[in-house]
Structure formats: structure tokens, C-alpha cells
């Protein structure tokens, strides 16, 4: 057999396997259901109907069930003082055919609220939920549920609760069709590779690229061991992962900005991808645990309802991050505390306590790949949580990369804001906002790439660059103005007319028809009830129609501040809940993006653009801007507020490229060798990502 048969045997072999243990994983887990119950001989108190001192959104009927006939509905149990409780079961009459959701409270001292409450499942085909404290003394109890249900009585235990997985959860069908679907999909593969033959294409990428691979990883291990001795060091001869990981980065980013000299000059993506991955993965890791970032219970859910095709059955601290649980949402302040809270969240990681409805969505998608083969090989949830958001480090790597590797010149402009502080940190939190910074790069780089250039653009270009432009908008389409810029492409470049508007008016239509839709949906179900008791989208609408000359006055005090210099360590240097970068630092970034807007030019910018490009991309970013802070004033903001609300200063990350790629028409000529103006960039702007990762994220981790 020749070598080539060998190679494309073992290729299949491989994309086989792959594909196997995906299919496997998006359809089953090894996880089984979590019980708990208290000790008979530890029983401190029952209560049943006769112990219900009060029915809100509910009340009991002849045959003692209790049913929904209200808003949060609850029941409450007559008030005693008990003591060193470590266990609650709730017991039922009769055994439920669905899950059933409930949320105990228990007023401690402090009275009834979120924090001192937990929710459980009643799984299907069960007549009890246990609930584990901590050892706690009760003066009070409230169950909340959703849907009738046939109370029996609440049984309270103290010594250790008696914990047990349950119920066989091997679902073999489940497995043999997705080895069967498996099947399918190479038989389809392979009969597409005998027309295109991309099966030699993949093995002739492998065989020239993987002595960089192994030299990268090299230069990794190499790093972490040397990291490893420093860190030792400087940790005062105790090791602490966190200054290990950081240590280890600095080595790295040595190593590949040596490494790099050849191609610095003329192939700058090179060495760009590799520092916004270690920049960004040294984030990841060297981050505490917790709400560090925006949104992450909300883009928690997006990545573990895209981890199956099937309920995916939640552990106890992935329940914790979905309701900002107390376990989750403090953030710790020293490594100690870190390590501890870590191990708690470890805890019960590997039992089921609820099931959610799968919901795959393109962004979260490579997570929840990534999420479902952990956990199909019984990771732990600091694993599974960390190592998930490694596919959107990845993705925001790669689209820097391609985006810069398409341009002639300007590379530099677009390091710079590929390396925005805060762009990074997002990159390494669960966001779909990487996605669209990412992709907005690419769509915009392959517009300059093209007007860069002599001859006319290619369907590959065009397809490539609206795709791009489509993905980003796709988590916000509030973004849509991006898909008119293929259409400012000067028409002596436009070889096939008909051909090249189809392509950029069909995506506009399917996406303008998309955000019309997502529009009419959320001003009808009422706005987004973090902004408060006060929002009513119809009713703020109403306000602006009737109230024009107020509205623009509050629109424009607010984008005063919005968009003043003071505000750009908003979008530059933010990380969220770990901390807020200077506005010096923030400064100087922007000062640098406007120096090499100004001076990384060529002749390949002179005359790239029409006037109209000028024009539109500064209307794009201020029409833009607008159109956000309209849409959160409707959706967050109380009716007829002089402020808006919600408005943060990330949003105009998305908008700096494509304004600042074509700003600054043919530039400054200054006479200077590449090689050395690209390392400059590169290293001033890999040092402020250092400099913020320990002034912001280490310091945490100490």
C-alpha cells in the first residue's frame, strides 16, 4: 500500500473518530441523577397542609392538592426556630410524570430572599427532592413551584445528608443512532471527496504545516517549565497556578516575538495570532472563577443548551452560574479563596439536579461542542467551565489572523484594535461579542483588501466578505449597518454586477427581516426586566414619538459622555467586574490606533476609496451608536428618563476598524523599515495587555 493510501486512510480513520465521539456526546451523558435525603434517626421536624400559614398565586383543594391560580406563587410554613439544620426533603403524595421545578427559601435571620435559596428538580417518575445546607439555623420556609402539584409534608434532618446517585442513564438507542448518523455523514464526505479530492488538500496542509505545530508546541512546554521556575520564585517557593500560567506567557511571548523576525515584515498575522491566543488564554486561566464578566449566566446557558441535541441535565454549580448562585457569583480576591471555592463548585459536578431544554445557536455552538465531550468523559465542572471557552479564544484568534493576513497595508491599525485590552478579555469570557468583533474584522479587511488592489473582485472574496459581515450580526443585528458596505465598492472593480448585488441584497434582506422580527418580539413581551419595574417598550416608543425635542436632548447629553475621551477605557482597557483600566492607559491606546491610522499607509491606499466610503463609515459609526443607545433607552430604560440605561462602552468596539481602516486616506509616508514598525506596534501593544492582565486578573489570583 503507498504511503498516500496509508495517509488518507489514517485521515478517515481520524475525521471518523472525531465525528463519532461528537455525535455521541451531543446526544448522552454519563451523568446520573443527584438524591438526597436526610438520616431517619437525625429527624428534627415534619410539616404537612395543616403546618401552611399563607397561599399567594395558590390554594389548596378538596383532595389537598395544591394549585397555580396566581403570579409567583408560593406557600409558607408556620415560623419556629430549628437549629443545625442540614437537610430539607419535600415529599409529595404521588410521583410526577414531568419534572417539576421547585425553589426553597429559608429565613435564617435575614428573611426570604434570593440568596438564601435553592432550586431543585423533582425528576420525572419521583415523589421527593432533597435540599443540602450547610448546617444552618431556620426561623422560616417558603416553596415556590410553577405548576400543580400534590403537597405531602417537608421532613428537616440534621447531622449528614445521605447522598446518591440514581437510575441507569446508559441510553443505548441513543447511542447507536448517532453512530449510524456518523455513518452517514462520512458516506456523504466521501463521496464528495471523490469529485473534489479534499481529503489530499487537508493531508498536504498537515504535512506542511505540522513542523510549525510542533515547533509552537515546543516552544509551550518549553515555556511552561520555565515558567514553572520562576514562578516558584517569585511566589516565595510555593506554587500557585495563576503566577505559573502568567510567568509561562511572558516566556512564550519572548519566544515567538524572536522567533518571528523573518516574517514580522511582510507576514505580521504570524505573530499576531499567536499573541491574542496567549494573551487571551492567559486570561482564561489566570482568571477567579466567578461573575467576572458580562452577562456569563446568560452566555453560560447560550454555550450548555448548545451542548446537546437532547435535555441536558444540569450539575449543581452549572445550576449555580445559570442563577448567579451564592457558590458562583462572589468573587474571591486571593488564590486561597479561589482554590476553595473551586473545590466547592467541584462538588456534586457530576450529577444531574435539573434538565433544561437544548437550544443550539451558531455562536455557542463550538462551546458547546467542547462543553459535551467533557463532560462525556466526566470532567469536573472547573474544567468543563474553563475549557469551554477555548473554541471562542480560538475563533477570535483565527478571525484576527485571517482578517490581517487579507490586507496589503493597515495591518497595523488592525493589531492595534485587535488587541484592545478589553477585546481580549471579552474573547476569553462565554460572550458572543467576540464573534462580532471578530467577523466584523474579517468583513472589513476584505473590503480593503479588495479596493487595496488592481483587478476586479472574485465571488470568493464577495461571498467571503458578507458571510462574514452576516455572522457578526447575527448575535446583534443591531449591527446591520455593516451589510451596506459591500455595496460601496467601486463599480469599475464589479466584473459580474448582477451577480455581485444579488449576493450582498439577499444577505441585507435576511437579516433586516430578522432584526424586524427580533424587534416586534421584544417590545411585545416588555422589555428586559433587569432595567427595573419601570420598562415598557411600547409606552417609551410613545414617549418619543410625542416627545421628540426631550428625547434628543437626553440622546445627545448621554452620547456626550458616551463618546468622550474620558469613557474610552470603557471599550479599551474594561474588564468587567475584576476592574476598570485608567484613562491614561486608554489614552495612549487610541493615540497609538491614531498613529498608525495615520502612517501605516502605502501606495496600495492611494485612491483605494470613494468619498462615499468616508462618508458612510462615519454616518455607520455615529448612526450606529444612536441606534444603540435608542434600542437600550426603549428596551432597559424607565419611561421618560432623562438618562439611558444600560448602555455600556463596549458596544463601539465593533465600529472602531471599520471606521478606523479607511480613515487617514493615503497617509503620512514616513520612511522606515516595516520589520522594525511592526514589532514596535506589536510589542507596545502586548505589553499593555500584560501590564492589565496583573494590574486586573493576577493581582486577583495572589
Request: aromatic share 14%; proline share 2%.
Amino acid at each position: 500500500m503507498s504511503k498516500k493510501n496509508i495517509s488518507k486512510i489514517s485521515l478517515w480513520i481520524l475525521i471518523f473518530s472525531i465525528l463519532s465521539l461528537v455525535t455521541v456526546a451531543m446526544v448522552w451523558s454519563p451523568r446520573k441523577e443527584l438524591k438526597i435525603r436526610g438520616n431517619a434517626d437525625n429527624l428534627l421536624e415534619r410539616y404537612d397542609t395543616s403546618d401552611i400559614i399563607e397561599y399567594s398565586g395558590c390554594y389548596i383543594n378538596q383532595s389537598g392538592q395544591i394549585c397555580i391560580n396566581g403570579v409567583d406563587p408560593h406557600i409558607v410554613f408556620k415560623k419556629e426556630n430549628i437549629k443545625n439544620v442540614t437537610t430539607i426533603v419535600i415529599k409529595l403524595k404521588d410521583k410526577v410524570s414531568g419534572d417539576l421545578d421547585v425553589q426553597l427559601y429559608f429565613d435564617d435571620g435575614n428573611e426570604f430572599n434570593e440568596n438564601d435559596s435553592c432550586i431543585k428538580t423533582v425528576f420525572s417518575g419521583d415523589d421527593n427532592v432533597g435540599f443540602e445546607l450547610t448546617n444552618k439555623s431556620l426561623k422560616q420556609i417558603r416553596i415556590d413551584v410553577d405548576s400543580d402539584f400534590n403537597f405531602d409534608d417537608i421532613e428537616i434532618y440534621s447531622g449528614k445528608s445521605i447522598i446518591s446517585i440514581d437510575k441507569e442513564n446508559m441510553h443505548y438507542e441513543r447511542i447507536i443512532y448517532s453512530i449510524c448518523f456518523t455513518v452517514f455523514i462520512i458516506s456523504i464526505l466521501l463521496f464528495i471527496d471523490k469529485k473534489l479530492n479534499f481529503s489530499d488538500t487537508i493531508i498536504c496542509f498537515i504535512g506542511r504545516k505540522y513542523k510549525i505545530a510542533l515547533r509552537d508546541l515546543l516552544i509551550f512546554i518549553v515555556s511552561l517549565v520555565i515558567g514553572a521556575i520562576i514562578a516558584y520564585f517569585v511566589s516565595g517557593l510555593k506554587f500557585m497556578y495563576s503566577t505559573w500560567l502568567f510567568c509561562s506567557a511572558i516566556v512564550a511571548i519572548i519566544l515567538f516575538i524572536l522567533i518571528s523576525y523573518r516574517t514580522i515584515k511582510d507576514k505580521p498575522e504570524k505573530l499576531l495570532v499567536r499573541l491574542v491566543f496567549v494573551s487571551s488564554i492567559t486570561m482564561l486561566f489566570v482568571s477567579p472563577i466567578g461573575h467576572i464578566s458580562w452577562d456569563i449566566d446568560s452566555h453560560f446557558k447560550f454555550a450548555i443548551s448548545s451542548s446537546s441535541v437532547a435535555h441536558i441535565g444540569l450539575s449543581e454549580p452549572e445550576l449555580e452560574v445559570l442563577t448567579n448562585g451564592g457558590n458562583f457569583i462572589q468573587n474571591t480576591d486571593t488564590y486561597a479563596q479561589n482554590i476553595e471555592k473551586i473545590n466547592t463548585l467541584n462538588k456534586n459536578s457530576d450529577a444531574i439536579i435539573k434538565y433544561i431544554d437544548h437550544n443550539i445557536s451558531l455562536t455557542a455552538l463550538p462551546s458547546g461542542v467542547v462543553i459535551a465531550l467533557l463532560r462525556l468523559f466526566g470532567a469536573n465542572f472547573f474544567v468543563i467551565y474553563k475549557f469551554g471557552q477555548i473554541p471562542i479564544v480560538l475563533v477570535y484568534s483565527l478571525c484576527c489572523y485571517f482578517a490581517m493576513k487579507r490586507l496589503h497595508s493597515g495591518k497595523m491599525i488592525l493589531a492595534v484594535v485587535a488587541m484592545f485590552p478589553t477585546s481580549l478579555f471579552i474573547a476569553s469570557n462565554y460572550s458572543y461579542d467576540t464573534w462580532v468583533i471578530g467577523f466584523v474584522m474579517i468583513g472589513m479587511a476584505y473590503f480593503v483588501g479588495n479596493c487595496q488592489e488592481e483587478g476586479v473582485v472574485s465571488t470568493k472574496d464577495t461571498v467571503i466578505m458578507v458571510i462574514a459581515f452576516a455572522i457578526a450580526i447575527i448575535p446583534k443585528q443591531i449591527y446591520l449597518a455593516f451589510l451596506i458596505i459591500p455595496f460601496l465598492m467601486k463599480r469599475n472593480k464589479i466584473e459580474n454586477k448582477k451577480k455581485y448585488y444579488s449576493i450582498c441584497s439577499m444577505a441585507f434582506v435576511i437579516m433586516l427581516f430578522d432584526l424586524l422580527l427580533k424587534t416586534i418580539f421584544e417590545t411585545s413581551k416588555g422589555g428586559d426586566v433587569r432595567g427595573g419595574a419601570g420598562v415598557n417598550p411600547t409606552e417609551q416608543i410613545l414617549y418619543i414619538i410625542h416627545n421628540p425635542v426631550e428625547y434628543t436632548r437626553t440622546l445627545l447629553n448621554f452620547l456626550k459622555d458616551y463618546l468622550s475621551i474620558r469613557n474610552m477605557n470603557g471599550f479599551i482597557d474594561h474588564f468587567a467586574y475584576l476592574g476598570i483600566g485608567t484613562t491614561t492607559v486608554a489614552i495612549i491606546v487610541f493615540a497609538f490606533l491614531v498613529f498608525t491610522t495615520l502612517t501605516d499607509k502605502r501606495e496600495y491606499d492611494v485612491k483605494a476609496y470613494s468619498k462615499i466610503v468616508y462618508i458612510y463609515d462615519i454616518l455607520m459609526f455615529f448612526g450606529t451608536v444612536v441606534l444603540i443607545a435608542t434600542s437600550l433607552y426603549i428596551a432597559y430604560t424607565e419611561v421618560g428618563s432623562n438618562t439611558i440605561a444600560g448602555c455600556q462602552s463596549r458596544y463601539i468596539t465593533p465600529l472602531i476598524y471599520p471606521l478606523f481602516a479607511v480613515l487617514g486616506g493615503s497617509g503620512i509616508r514616513l520612511k522606515f523599515d516595516y520589520r522594525v514598525y511592526n514589532y514596535i506596534v506589536m510589542i507596545i501593544m502586548q505589553s499593555v495587555s500584560m501590564w492589565c492582565i496583573y494590574q486586573y486578573i493576577l493581582i486577583k489570583m495572589l
